[in-house]
């Protein structure tokens, strides 16, 4: 295990404990979060060393989604996800009509996808092996791993997004340089990110999906993660949330408490967390759109 002695984002050397928690999905090991005493980042502390981060991922979770899963949960899930996908089309729209977009962490390229098929130039980098496979061979996305994105040339996107990945990376610093490297300087970023300080969040506390130990490293809320862009010259211009997510994530947490009719309960859970939550700032989930600020 490696010890943070720096705060991730501000780079301070005080935090205190915030919270116990457990890998309540995969490995079942315990992990502690804490918070910086100066800028309020929550980060996970101590963290698995880097080459041993691969074995918390189940690899495999991805395609099982996507290789015909019948039944009730199938059919929503796949609605869900098209909705989600226009969803997120829209906010593009809202700031480029047209151009070239990378996705990091780009999955099994569904998003990537979507948008090639409406003429987008398109790339993924996806650090799963299996899921960089199944893009390719459903999709014909071009898509790679992470080592990549140093070979990217400066300027070349229009669009980046980052749907949920954020959290997961481990050089924060060296990963933000290169977002602001890559991106046009007209372009836009967009980073969706689970909310710490969101009301389901506070609802469920240790037992939270969205804290996900070991695999999510930092635990943003819209002032944290402000603070890091701010940092990179980057400027939050617009947000959005992602309502389903907090529907998603309160099911889940509800599994982790070992709860009955975990589905109906998190279905209601995250409709009341959806009410609590202010507009635009803690949801469940979030979406921020950057530029670089002048
Ligand atoms: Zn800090």
């Known amino acids: 295990m490696i010890e943070i002695k720096n705060c991730p984002v501000c780079s301070a050397t005080t935090y205190s404990k915030y919270l116990e928690t457990e890998d309540y999905f995969f490995s079942n090991e315990r992990f502690s979060l804490v918070k910086c005493t100066k800028c309020n980042l929550v980060f996970t502390n101590p963290i698995p060393e880097l080459s041993k981060i691969g074995d918390y991922y189940e690899t495999d979770k991805y395609l099982s989604h996507n290789s015909g899963s019948s039944g009730i949960i199938g059919t929503i899930y796949k609605k869900v996800r098209e909705i989600n996908l226009k969803n997120k089309y829209s906010i593009i729209l809202k700031f480029k009509k047209e151009g070239s977009v990378i996705d990091i962490g780009s999955g099994t390229g569904e998003f990537l996808n979507y948008l090639s098929n409406r003429k987008w130039k398109t790339k993924g980098i996806e650090p ?35 749907w949920h990945v954020l959290e997961h990376v481990y050089n924060l610093d060296e990963r933000m340089k290169t977002i602001v490297r890559i991106l046009k300087a007209d372009g836009i970023a967009i980073i969706a ?39 990179y010259n980057l400027k939050i211009i617009d947000r959005y949330p992602m309502k389903f ?42 979406i921020f759109v950057l530029n670089k600020s002048s």
Not at 137 to 142: A, L, M, Q, R
Not at 261 to 275: C, E, F, T, Y
Request: no cysteine; proline share 3%; charged share 20%.
């Open 193 to 231: 990110l689970p909310m710490v300080d969101s009301a389901d969040s506070l609802q469920f506390g240790k037992y939270w999906a969205g804290l996900d130990v070991p695999r999510h490293l930092y635990h943003f809320s819209a002032n944290t993660f402000e603070t890091l862009a701010k940092k």
């Open 128 to 162: 799963s092996k299996n899921a960089r496979e199944f893009a390719r061979e459903n999709y014909n996305i071009d898509v790679n791993e992470e080592s990549e994105l140093s070979n990217i040339p400066n300027e070349q996107f229009d669009v980046l997004t980052m």
């Open 245 to 286: 997510d907090s529907l998603y994530v309160s099911w889940l947490s509800h599994q982790a408490m070992k709860h009955s009719l975990s589905l109906l309960r998190g279905v209601l859970s995250g409709l009341k967390s959806n009410l609590k939550a202010n507009k635009n700032s803690n949801y469940s989930s979030m």
